[in-house]
């Protein structure tokens, strides 16, 4: 997926200082082979007296995976409206009417206080970098509540991005996550379900990509996400199978949030039917494999339906060089880098095979050296002067790297 600055901060212009920040996130993350996977949102929660502290973190897969955004911040439909609560260097004390949103003005570390983050500390001497989006209004992050928008909403909202990507304080954990959030609320809020997409990459050099999912805060109550008269977790104790991946959710009510959890639209998400069917996740990235070929054809560069990676582990032959790639694709991509003979065999792996093939040690066939550069077998025997000389040092008497035979050849006067 090519990273835009559009994408990058969910589709909204900007001035241009987050043009130039959008930019640098764009140059840590264009192009790259490696595959970052998303695996939901989780959430911590803390009751401390009459309030609880819920953190939201994005989970991962991959040693590297950075989140660079979060973006379309919102609530469901049938969520209700949470009420913050702060307690910041803004509020001055605990307050649901006065605070901000920046991680940066949290007094005493592990306060009961609402922010949001790209990963990082808290706190002035932590030097989070994280920066609102001017979705958040006028205000920016200095408010005590997130203007949210109409309930269901996913295509806009306020968001929030690491405005300094190289500190790479978005990187995920030992523990695989990266906290996005923290929120408090009153311990008797109602639940709410809230939803935010996320821009992310495996590290610096691989390719953006994005994800979105929901999460849920706020006391045990009645949630009815699809309206029909029955609370979701009522329907979900009479038909377990409505959530399929045990979240407490109805999966029909995700799937409307985020479309992007069933990328096959079969209408149910795809982590349960990788979990029913592996098979269907051959690299186990956490994404069905049709899905992966469909929005990066390159996985499956032989168009055999399977991802190349799958290819390589049942047989390794067909990657003899080990890059990554089945050599019969690097071939026809790329024909005078990896087989200039023209034998549909990779080069380098039949010098492997026999070195005597590269006598020079160029990592170039001789006969192609030859092809390109016929005067480096000055006597058409087939083989490259140099090496005849290295393997007799007699066939030149002067050490001048000629042949002796062709200096002769071409200037008789050499042997008066």
């Known amino acids: 997926m090519a990273c835009t600055w559009v994408e990058m901060f969910g589709g909204v212009a900007f001035g241009s200082r987050l043009t130039a920040l959008a930019a640098a996130s764009c140059a840590l993350a264009s192009t790259g082979a490696a595959e970052a996977a998303f695996t939901g949102y989780s959430v911590s929660v803390t009751t401390v007296g009459s309030l609880k502290k819920y953190e939201v973190f994005a989970n991962f897969n991959g040693p590297n995976d950075t989140v660079l955004n979060a973006f379309h911040f919102n609530r469901t439909v049938g969520g209700g409206s949470p009420v913050f609560f702060h307690n910041d260097a803004i509020s001055g004390g605990s307050s649901s009417v ?18 949001v983050m790209i990963g990082g500390g808290e706190g002035f001497a932590s030097g989070n970098a994280t920066n609102a989006d001017p979705d958040w209004g006028p205000a920016s992050f200095n408010q005590a509540q997130v203007p949210f928008l109409a309930p269901g909403t996913t295509t806009a909202g306020p ?13 995920r954990n030992a523990q695989g996550r990266v906290k996005l959030g923290q929120f408090v609320l009153a311990a008797s809020q109602p639940q709410v379900i809230l939803f935010f997409k996320i821009g992310y990459n495996a590290g610096a050099g691989t390719t953006v990509q994005f994800a ?20 979701d977790d009522e329907q979900i104790a009479q038909t377990p199978s409505l959530d399929c991946d045990a979240n407490g959710q109805l999966d029909a009510c995700q799937l409307a949030a985020s479309p992007g959890l069933d990328c096959n639209a079969n209408g149910r998400i795809d982590a349960c039917d990788i979990a029913e069917s592996p098979a269907l996740d051959c690299d186990s990235n956490g994404q069905i494999d049709a899905c992966q070929i469909a929005s990066n054809p390159n996985s499956d560069c032989n168009d055999n339906g399977k991802v190349d990676g799958c290819d390589i582990a049942d047989d390794p032959s067909l990657d003899c060089d080990a890059n990554g790639r089945i050599d019969a694709c690097d071939v026809a991509n790329n024909p005078a880098g990896f087989d200039c003979d023209g034998d549909l065999f990779v080069d380098r792996c039949e010098i492997d095979q026999d070195p005597t093939l590269d006598c020079n040690g160029n990592g170039k066939l001789d006969s192609c050296d030859l092809v390109q550069s016929p005067g480096l077998d000055c006597n058409s025997n087939g083989a490259i002067d140099s090496c005849e000389i290295d393997q007799d040092p007699t066939l030149d008497c002067n050490g001048d790297g000629a042949l002796d035979a062709c200096q002769l050849a071409s200037s008789p006067s050499l042997d008066c």
């Open 98 to 115: 006065a605070g901000t949103w920046n991680p940066q003005f949290v007094l005493v570390p592990g306060a009961l206080d609402s922010y």
């Open 159 to 171: 968001g929030w991005f690491n405005g300094n990507p190289p500190n790479n304080q978005g990187l």
């Open 212 to 231: 979105d999912g929901t999460f849920v805060l706020g006391a045990a109550g009645c949630i009815d996400c699809d309206a029909n008269g029955t609370c």
